[in-house]
Protein backbone atom coordinates (compact mmCIF):
# COMPACT_ATOMS: atom_id res chain seq x y z
CA UNK A 1 0.00 0.00 0.00
CA UNK A 2 1.21 3.48 -0.91
CA UNK A 3 0.09 6.72 0.52
CA UNK A 4 -0.13 9.69 -2.01
CA UNK A 5 1.39 8.40 -5.07
CA UNK A 6 1.12 10.13 -7.86
CA UNK A 7 -1.25 8.33 -10.10
CA UNK A 8 -0.26 7.42 -13.92
CA UNK A 9 -3.17 8.99 -16.21
CA UNK A 10 -3.28 10.22 -19.89
CA UNK A 11 -3.68 13.26 -19.30
CA UNK A 12 -0.89 13.47 -17.30
CA UNK A 13 -2.38 15.81 -14.44
CA UNK A 14 -1.75 15.70 -11.08
CA UNK A 15 -3.22 12.88 -9.43
CA UNK A 16 -3.26 11.27 -5.84
CA UNK A 17 -5.38 9.53 -3.06
CA UNK A 18 -5.13 8.63 0.55
CA UNK A 19 -4.03 4.69 -0.52
CA UNK A 20 -2.97 3.56 -4.46
CA UNK A 21 -2.93 -0.29 -4.21
CA UNK A 22 -1.21 -2.07 -7.32
CA UNK A 23 -2.51 -5.64 -7.77
CA UNK A 24 -1.04 -8.04 -10.50
CA UNK A 25 -2.18 -11.72 -9.43
CA UNK A 26 -5.65 -12.99 -8.51
CA UNK A 27 -4.34 -14.08 -5.13
CA UNK A 28 -3.25 -10.71 -4.32
CA UNK A 29 -7.20 -9.49 -5.43
CA UNK A 30 -9.03 -12.17 -3.42
CA UNK A 31 -6.57 -10.93 -0.46
CA UNK A 32 -7.21 -7.34 -0.78
CA UNK A 33 -11.12 -8.11 -1.30
CA UNK A 34 -10.90 -10.00 1.96
CA UNK A 35 -9.32 -7.51 3.74
CA UNK A 36 -13.00 -5.32 3.65
CA UNK A 37 -10.90 -2.12 2.89
CA UNK A 38 -12.50 -1.62 0.01
CA UNK A 39 -16.15 -1.70 1.64
CA UNK A 40 -14.91 0.79 3.98
CA UNK A 41 -14.42 4.26 1.97
CA UNK A 42 -14.68 5.53 -1.26
CA UNK A 43 -12.63 3.10 -3.87
CA UNK A 44 -11.77 3.82 -7.44
CA UNK A 45 -10.83 1.50 -9.87
CA UNK A 46 -8.11 2.28 -12.51
CA UNK A 47 -6.25 0.58 -15.36
CA UNK A 48 -4.72 2.53 -17.69
CA UNK A 49 -6.25 5.94 -16.28
CA UNK A 50 -6.92 6.97 -20.00
CA UNK A 51 -10.94 8.03 -19.28
CA UNK A 52 -10.30 9.97 -15.93
CA UNK A 53 -9.51 13.51 -15.06
CA UNK A 54 -8.20 13.96 -11.63
CA UNK A 55 -9.48 17.56 -10.31
CA UNK A 56 -9.55 16.61 -6.92
CA UNK A 57 -7.35 14.15 -4.54
CA UNK A 58 -8.92 11.14 -4.53
CA UNK A 59 -9.92 10.50 -0.87
CA UNK A 60 -10.38 6.59 -0.79
CA UNK A 61 -8.29 4.01 -2.13
CA UNK A 62 -7.60 3.47 -5.90
CA UNK A 63 -6.70 0.23 -6.96
CA UNK A 64 -4.44 -0.21 -9.91
CA UNK A 65 -5.48 -3.73 -11.96
CA UNK A 66 -2.18 -4.74 -13.92
CA UNK A 67 -2.79 -8.42 -13.87
CA UNK A 68 -1.53 -9.87 -17.31
CA UNK A 69 -2.13 -12.56 -19.73
CA UNK A 70 -3.56 -13.46 -23.29
CA UNK A 71 -4.32 -17.10 -24.00
CA UNK A 72 -6.44 -18.75 -26.90
CA UNK A 73 -9.34 -20.49 -25.30
CA UNK A 74 -10.55 -22.70 -28.08
CA UNK A 75 -12.99 -23.10 -30.58
CA UNK A 76 -16.55 -21.02 -30.05
CA UNK A 77 -19.92 -22.05 -30.98
CA UNK A 78 -20.27 -20.83 -34.43
CA UNK A 79 -18.26 -22.45 -37.48
CA UNK A 80 -14.46 -20.56 -37.42
CA UNK A 81 -15.21 -19.05 -34.35
CA UNK A 82 -12.41 -18.84 -31.61
CA UNK A 83 -12.39 -17.66 -27.95
CA UNK A 84 -9.68 -15.48 -26.78
CA UNK A 85 -9.22 -14.65 -22.82
CA UNK A 86 -7.09 -11.42 -22.05
CA UNK A 87 -6.36 -10.24 -18.68
CA UNK A 88 -8.22 -6.46 -17.77
CA UNK A 89 -4.31 -5.48 -16.91
CA UNK A 90 -3.21 -6.12 -20.37
CA UNK A 91 -2.82 -2.57 -22.58
CA UNK A 92 -5.73 -2.58 -25.37
CA UNK A 93 -3.75 -1.64 -28.28
CA UNK A 94 -1.14 -4.70 -27.53
CA UNK A 95 -4.18 -6.86 -27.25
CA UNK A 96 -5.00 -5.69 -30.64
CA UNK A 97 -2.00 -6.31 -32.39
CA UNK A 98 -1.37 -9.71 -30.55
CA UNK A 99 -4.84 -11.03 -31.99
CA UNK A 100 -3.71 -9.52 -35.43
CA UNK A 101 -0.12 -11.03 -35.10
CA UNK A 102 -1.59 -14.52 -34.39
CA UNK A 103 -4.57 -14.00 -37.34
CA UNK A 104 -7.20 -13.88 -34.44
CA UNK A 105 -9.67 -11.73 -36.55
CA UNK A 106 -12.39 -9.21 -35.25
CA UNK A 107 -10.99 -6.37 -33.61
CA UNK A 108 -8.41 -4.86 -36.36
CA UNK A 109 -10.78 -1.59 -36.57
CA UNK A 110 -10.29 -0.79 -32.41
CA UNK A 111 -6.76 -0.74 -32.50
CA UNK A 112 -4.77 2.39 -31.16
CA UNK A 113 -7.50 2.58 -28.33
CA UNK A 114 -5.93 4.32 -25.05
CA UNK A 115 -6.55 1.78 -22.15
CA UNK A 116 -6.86 -1.68 -21.04
CA UNK A 117 -8.95 -4.66 -21.50
CA UNK A 118 -10.33 -4.65 -18.40
CA UNK A 119 -12.28 -0.68 -19.50
CA UNK A 120 -13.47 -2.13 -22.69
CA UNK A 121 -16.57 -4.03 -21.70
CA UNK A 122 -17.31 -0.87 -19.02
CA UNK A 123 -17.05 1.49 -21.54
CA UNK A 124 -17.98 -0.35 -24.36
CA UNK A 125 -15.21 1.52 -26.33
CA UNK A 126 -16.04 2.28 -29.96
CA UNK A 127 -13.99 3.07 -32.66
CA UNK A 128 -14.39 2.65 -37.16
CA UNK A 129 -17.74 1.42 -36.97
CA UNK A 130 -17.08 -1.17 -34.20
CA UNK A 131 -17.39 -1.53 -30.90
CA UNK A 132 -16.32 -3.72 -27.75
CA UNK A 133 -20.22 -5.61 -27.63
CA UNK A 134 -19.88 -6.94 -31.14
CA UNK A 135 -16.01 -9.38 -30.00
CA UNK A 136 -17.23 -9.57 -26.55
CA UNK A 137 -18.22 -12.94 -25.08
CA UNK A 138 -18.25 -12.70 -21.71
CA UNK A 139 -16.43 -10.59 -18.64
CA UNK A 140 -15.08 -12.41 -15.40
CA UNK A 141 -15.47 -9.95 -12.99
CA UNK A 142 -15.35 -9.87 -9.09
CA UNK A 143 -18.06 -8.31 -6.73
CA UNK A 144 -16.34 -5.68 -4.47
CA UNK A 145 -18.23 -6.32 -1.25
CA UNK A 146 -18.53 -9.72 -1.11
CA UNK A 147 -15.47 -11.31 -3.07
CA UNK A 148 -17.81 -13.37 -5.20
CA UNK A 149 -16.51 -14.17 -8.89
CA UNK A 150 -19.16 -14.01 -11.60
CA UNK A 151 -19.01 -14.41 -15.12
CA UNK A 152 -20.87 -12.23 -17.40
CA UNK A 153 -22.75 -12.94 -20.87
CA UNK A 154 -22.61 -10.52 -23.41
CA UNK A 155 -26.02 -9.88 -22.91
CA UNK A 156 -25.82 -9.72 -19.02
CA UNK A 157 -23.15 -6.80 -19.73
CA UNK A 158 -26.63 -4.44 -21.33
CA UNK A 159 -24.00 -2.88 -23.68
CA UNK A 160 -25.35 0.51 -25.00
CA UNK A 161 -23.35 3.31 -26.93
CA UNK A 162 -20.10 3.89 -24.79
CA UNK A 163 -22.33 2.42 -21.76
CA UNK A 164 -22.48 -0.77 -20.07
CA UNK A 165 -24.17 -2.31 -16.71
CA UNK A 166 -20.69 -1.47 -14.76
CA UNK A 167 -21.40 1.76 -15.41
CA UNK A 168 -25.21 1.79 -14.67
CA UNK A 169 -26.67 -1.00 -12.34
CA UNK A 170 -23.39 -2.16 -11.12
CA UNK A 171 -21.36 1.05 -11.00
CA UNK A 172 -18.30 0.35 -8.71
CA UNK A 173 -20.03 -2.69 -7.56
CA UNK A 174 -17.57 -4.93 -9.58
CA UNK A 175 -13.59 -5.37 -10.46
CA UNK A 176 -13.15 -6.52 -14.45
CA UNK A 177 -10.61 -8.91 -14.10
CA UNK A 178 -10.27 -10.94 -17.51
CA UNK A 179 -12.65 -10.95 -20.61
CA UNK A 180 -13.05 -13.23 -23.20
CA UNK A 181 -13.77 -12.10 -26.80
CA UNK A 182 -15.31 -13.95 -29.81
CA UNK A 183 -13.07 -13.51 -32.51
CA UNK A 184 -12.36 -15.31 -36.23
CA UNK A 185 -10.19 -17.53 -37.92
CA UNK A 186 -11.03 -15.93 -41.09
CA UNK A 187 -10.62 -12.54 -41.88
CA UNK A 188 -13.53 -10.49 -43.16
CA UNK A 189 -13.00 -6.52 -43.17
CA UNK A 190 -15.37 -3.96 -41.67
CA UNK A 191 -15.10 -1.43 -43.87
CA UNK A 192 -18.43 0.24 -43.25
CA UNK A 193 -16.68 3.43 -41.93
CA UNK A 194 -16.55 6.02 -44.81
CA UNK A 195 -13.56 6.93 -43.84
CA UNK A 196 -11.31 3.47 -43.65
CA UNK A 197 -13.01 2.67 -47.12
CA UNK A 198 -11.40 6.07 -48.59
CA UNK A 199 -7.83 5.94 -47.03
CA UNK A 200 -7.37 2.07 -48.21
CA UNK A 201 -9.19 2.89 -52.05
CA UNK A 202 -6.38 6.29 -51.70
CA UNK A 203 -3.12 4.02 -51.12
CA UNK A 204 -4.89 1.34 -53.82
CA UNK A 205 -5.87 -1.51 -51.77
CA UNK A 206 -8.69 -3.47 -52.88
CA UNK A 207 -8.17 -6.52 -50.73
CA UNK A 208 -6.79 -5.19 -47.32
CA UNK A 209 -4.88 -7.75 -45.14
CA UNK A 210 -5.81 -7.36 -41.47
CA UNK A 211 -2.71 -5.74 -40.89
CA UNK A 212 -3.48 -3.21 -43.80
CA UNK A 213 -6.40 -2.24 -42.06
CA UNK A 214 -5.24 -1.82 -38.61
CA UNK A 215 -2.54 0.66 -39.86
CA UNK A 216 -4.56 2.32 -41.67
CA UNK A 217 -7.23 2.83 -39.27
CA UNK A 218 -4.24 3.66 -36.65
CA UNK A 219 -2.83 6.44 -38.96
CA UNK A 220 -6.51 7.85 -39.66
CA UNK A 221 -6.90 7.72 -36.02
CA UNK A 222 -3.44 9.56 -34.98
CA UNK A 223 -4.07 12.04 -37.80
CA UNK A 224 -6.73 13.41 -35.57
CA UNK A 225 -6.00 12.74 -32.14
CA UNK A 226 -2.82 13.42 -30.25
CA UNK A 227 -1.10 10.67 -29.27
CA UNK A 228 -1.02 10.22 -25.06
CA UNK A 229 2.89 10.36 -25.01
CA UNK A 230 3.02 13.48 -26.96
CA UNK A 231 0.12 15.35 -25.19
CA UNK A 232 -1.95 14.78 -22.94
CA UNK A 233 -5.44 14.14 -23.06
CA UNK A 234 -7.97 11.39 -22.36
CA UNK A 235 -9.20 10.83 -25.89
CA UNK A 236 -12.45 11.99 -27.07
CA UNK A 237 -13.98 13.96 -23.95
CA UNK A 238 -17.81 13.93 -24.91
CA UNK A 239 -20.29 11.64 -26.03
CA UNK A 240 -22.29 12.16 -29.72
CA UNK A 241 -25.61 12.62 -28.44
CA UNK A 242 -28.64 11.27 -29.32
CA UNK A 243 -31.69 13.76 -30.03
CA UNK A 244 -35.51 13.67 -30.98
CA UNK A 245 -36.40 13.50 -34.79
CA UNK A 246 -38.47 17.06 -34.17
CA UNK A 247 -35.39 18.47 -32.50
CA UNK A 248 -33.41 17.25 -35.40
CA UNK A 249 -35.33 18.67 -38.04
CA UNK A 250 -35.54 22.04 -36.34
CA UNK A 251 -31.52 21.94 -36.05
CA UNK A 252 -31.27 21.26 -39.72
CA UNK A 253 -33.24 24.07 -40.71
CA UNK A 254 -31.06 26.92 -39.20
CA UNK A 255 -27.99 24.24 -39.91
CA UNK A 256 -27.68 22.32 -43.16
CA UNK A 257 -24.75 21.31 -43.11
CA UNK A 258 -25.19 19.85 -39.75
CA UNK A 259 -23.80 16.23 -38.91
CA UNK A 260 -26.04 13.61 -38.26
CA UNK A 261 -27.32 10.03 -38.82
CA UNK A 262 -30.22 8.09 -37.72
CA UNK A 263 -29.93 6.29 -34.59
CA UNK A 264 -31.80 4.63 -31.85
CA UNK A 265 -35.35 6.00 -32.77
CA UNK A 266 -34.09 9.55 -32.99
CA UNK A 267 -30.79 11.35 -34.73
CA UNK A 268 -27.17 11.05 -33.31
CA UNK A 269 -25.83 14.48 -33.39
CA UNK A 270 -21.30 14.90 -34.73
CA UNK A 271 -20.36 16.62 -31.29
CA UNK A 272 -17.73 17.36 -32.59
CA UNK A 273 -19.14 19.66 -35.18
CA UNK A 274 -21.05 21.56 -32.87
CA UNK A 275 -18.17 22.76 -30.56
CA UNK A 276 -16.08 23.40 -33.30
CA UNK A 277 -18.95 25.66 -34.38
CA UNK A 278 -18.89 27.37 -31.03
CA UNK A 279 -15.89 28.55 -32.45
CA UNK A 280 -13.96 26.42 -29.24
CA UNK A 281 -11.81 24.20 -31.76
CA UNK A 282 -8.15 25.02 -31.36
CA UNK A 283 -8.78 27.67 -28.56
CA UNK A 284 -7.44 27.33 -24.89
CA UNK A 285 -8.92 28.27 -21.58
CA UNK A 286 -5.96 28.56 -19.49
CA UNK A 287 -3.58 25.79 -20.00
CA UNK A 288 -6.27 23.42 -21.24
CA UNK A 289 -7.78 23.76 -24.98
CA UNK A 290 -9.96 22.08 -27.46
CA UNK A 291 -7.21 20.14 -29.96
CA UNK A 292 -6.82 21.64 -33.29
CA UNK A 293 -7.35 18.85 -35.17
CA UNK A 294 -10.46 17.34 -33.32
CA UNK A 295 -12.85 19.10 -31.33
CA UNK A 296 -14.17 16.20 -29.40
CA UNK A 297 -10.74 16.07 -27.66
CA UNK A 298 -9.71 17.96 -24.68
CA UNK A 299 -5.48 18.66 -24.33
CA UNK A 300 -3.39 19.89 -21.92
CA UNK A 301 -1.25 22.56 -23.03
CA UNK A 302 1.36 22.27 -20.10
CA UNK A 303 1.21 22.04 -16.45
CA UNK A 304 -2.66 21.62 -16.90
CA UNK A 305 -4.71 21.21 -13.41
CA UNK A 306 -7.86 19.22 -13.48
CA UNK A 307 -9.61 22.47 -12.04
CA UNK A 308 -8.91 23.99 -15.39
CA UNK A 309 -10.08 20.52 -17.20
CA UNK A 310 -13.37 20.82 -15.67
CA UNK A 311 -13.61 24.58 -16.62
CA UNK A 312 -13.29 24.03 -19.66
CA UNK A 313 -15.57 21.43 -19.77
CA UNK A 314 -18.30 23.40 -18.33
CA UNK A 315 -17.74 26.33 -20.68
CA UNK A 316 -18.06 23.83 -23.83
CA UNK A 317 -21.12 22.35 -22.74
CA UNK A 318 -22.90 25.25 -21.77
CA UNK A 319 -22.12 27.17 -24.77
CA UNK A 320 -23.02 24.48 -27.30
CA UNK A 321 -26.19 24.09 -24.65
CA UNK A 322 -26.86 27.71 -25.87
CA UNK A 323 -26.68 27.45 -29.14
CA UNK A 324 -28.02 24.31 -30.15
CA UNK A 325 -30.72 23.29 -26.97
CA UNK A 326 -28.35 20.20 -26.97
CA UNK A 327 -26.91 18.90 -23.46
CA UNK A 328 -23.32 16.98 -24.13
CA UNK A 329 -22.55 14.48 -22.06
CA UNK A 330 -18.63 13.38 -20.77
CA UNK A 331 -17.48 10.55 -21.96
CA UNK A 332 -14.12 10.79 -19.65
CA UNK A 333 -15.03 10.86 -16.11
CA UNK A 334 -14.08 13.74 -13.81
CA UNK A 335 -13.46 12.39 -10.46
Same mark, same amino acid.
Given at each position: ?8 ? #? ?33 ? *? ?89 ? *? ?8 ? @? ?5 ? @? ?54 ? #? ?5 ? @? ?15 ? +? ?14 ? $? ?27 ? #?????? +? ?8 ? $? ?9 ? @? ?14 ? $? ?14
Amino acid at each position: MEQNIHIPN #TFGLPATADRYIVVRSEAELLSLLGSGLLVQGPCL *IVGGGSNIVFANHFCGTVVHIENKGIRLLGPASEAGGLLVEAAAGEVWDGFVNHCIDNRWHGAENLVAIPGTVGASPVQNVGAYGVEAKDI *IHSVKAYEIA @TGRERVF @TNAECEFAYRNSIFKQRLKDRYIVWSVTFRLRRDFAPNLGYKAVAEALAAAGVAHP #TARQLAD @TIAALRWSKLPRPEEMG +SAGSFFKNPIVSADHY $QRLKQEYPDIAAFAAEGGYKLAAGWMIEK #TGWKGR +SLGRCGVYER $QALVLVNRGGC @TGEEVAALARAVTEEV $QARFGVALEKEAIII
